[in-house]
T-cell receptor, first 110, second 113 residues
Framework: GESVGLHLPTLSVQEGDNSIINCAYS??????FIWYKQESGKGPQFIID?????DKRQGQRVTVLLNKTVKHLSLQIAATQPGDSAVYFC?????????FGSGTRLLVRP | KAGVTQTPRYLIKTRGQQVTLSCSPI?????VSWYQQTPGQGLQFLFE???????NKGNFPGRFSGRQFSNSRSEMNVSTLELGDSALYLC????????????FGPGTRLTVL
């Protein structure tokens, strides 16, 4: 499959452990934030979103935290599984466009 | 419901040529966005269309253009190709393009030789 990014920061975790991926965003006026997962050869896939009037949102095994004071997002994945291995991007939605972070590669060790 | 489809999936062109990429959004979606993905620059916004109107444009030269048809299908065109245009071009669709989920297609891998 295609290489998404050759020089991405990498997070390596043991299967079953929790993962935390961090992201800083740029526009303090952005009001909608999304985490995407991208596997090799595929387009980004929606994981979870959060609006600026919230500071936490939970999904199935995933939690997103938003700190507007320092313009920081984090994605927490509980009980990380081999299928979670991918590149993860945060994105902010501003004026009908998504502004993506640089991405983090998550490697899950068996 | 069928996902976002992009054609072709792979394309090889030479410098100076032009190329047209196609995107069919999910049925009912009226917003289509295009992104360029490269290892060096990551994912960058090209433009967004809603009901055949371009609502936003990224910071790309005029060689990059797009359009949307009445059935919401979209095309993007790159003229006078340069080596640096080699990238994965991704299309995303959503109902309104605002605070709603955007669904991405698999992308078109363009290689410029």
């Amino acid at each position: 499959g295609e290489s998404v990014g050759l020089h991405l920061p990498t997070l390596s975790v043991q299967e079953g452990d929790n993962s935390i991926i961090n992201c800083a965003y740029s526009n303090s006026a952005s009001d909608y934030f999304i985490w995407y997962k991208q596997e090799s050869g595929k387009g980004p896939q929606f994981i979870i979103d959060i609006r600026s009037n919230m500071d936490k949102r939970q999904g199935q095994r995933v939690t997103v935290l938003l700190n507007k004071t320092v313009k920081h997002l984090s994605l927490q994945i509980a009980a990380t599984q081999p299928g979670d291995s991918a590149v993860y991007f945060c994105a902010e939605n501003s004026s009908y466009k998504l502004i993506f972070g640089s991405g983090t590669r998550l490697l899950v060790r068996p | 419901k069928a996902g976002v489809t992009q054609t072709p999936r792979y394309l090889i062109k030479t410098r100076g040529q032009q190329v047209t990429l196609s995107c069919s959004p999910i049925s009912g979606h009226r917003s289509v966005s295009w992104y360029q993905q490269t290892p060096g620059q990551g994912l960058q916004f090209l433009f967004e269309y809603f009901s055949e109107t371009q609502r936003n444009k990224g910071n790309f030269p005029g060689r990059f253009s797009g359009r949307q048809f009445s059935n919401s299908r979209s095309e993007m065109n790159v003229s006078t190709l340069e080596l640096g245009d080699s990238a994965l071009y991704l299309c995303a669709s959503s109902y309104t393009g605002g605070v709603d989920e955007q669904f991405f297609g698999p992308g078109t891998r363009l290689t410029v030789l």
